[in-house]
């Protein structure tokens, strides 16, 4: 079982930035894809950006251009630097972790290991 704790949430106006933060104990995190998806009050979840091993990253369109998703596999912590937020991007992030998906965004509601949580709201 994976521990992952997610923070650097918050409320921000549009057009703001946020660094989300998640770090990981208990399993091999250097093998493990690992990822990121949201989800708002009333929808489903939705992948957001998703990193290998090796450091390739996938993005969903929604992300692209303004958030980068990184990792430091020695440290087990994982990054989304989220810029020019909308109000749109409003939701429940979550950081995900699999050792057999590859590194598809799309997926990454379907990682088998996952944290709390941390809220984004961005006020327009």
């Known amino acids: 079982l994976v521990d992952l704790e997610e923070s650097g949430g918050g409320s921000v106006q549009s057009g703001g930035s946020l660094r989300l933060s998640c770090v990981a104990s208990d399993f091999p995190y250097s093998t493990y894809v690992m990822g990121w998806f949201r989800q708002a009050p009333g929808k489903e979840r939705e992948g957001v950006a998703a990193?290998?091993?090796?450091?390739?990253?996938s993005y969903a369109d929604s992300a692209k251009g303004r958030f980068t998703i990184s990792r430091d596999n020695a440290k087990k912590i994982m990054f989304l630097q989220m810029n020019s937020l909308k109000p749109e991007d409003t939701a429940m992030y979550y950081c995900?972790?699999?050792?057999?998906?590859?590194?598809?965004?799309?997926?990454?509601?379907?990682?088998?290991?996952w944290g709390q949580g941390t809220q984004v709201t961005v006020s327009s």
């Open positions: 995900a972790g699999d050792g057999f998906y590859s590194s598809d965004y799309s997926k990454v509601p379907y990682f088998g290991d």
């Open positions: 990193i290998d091993a090796d450091g390739a990253t």
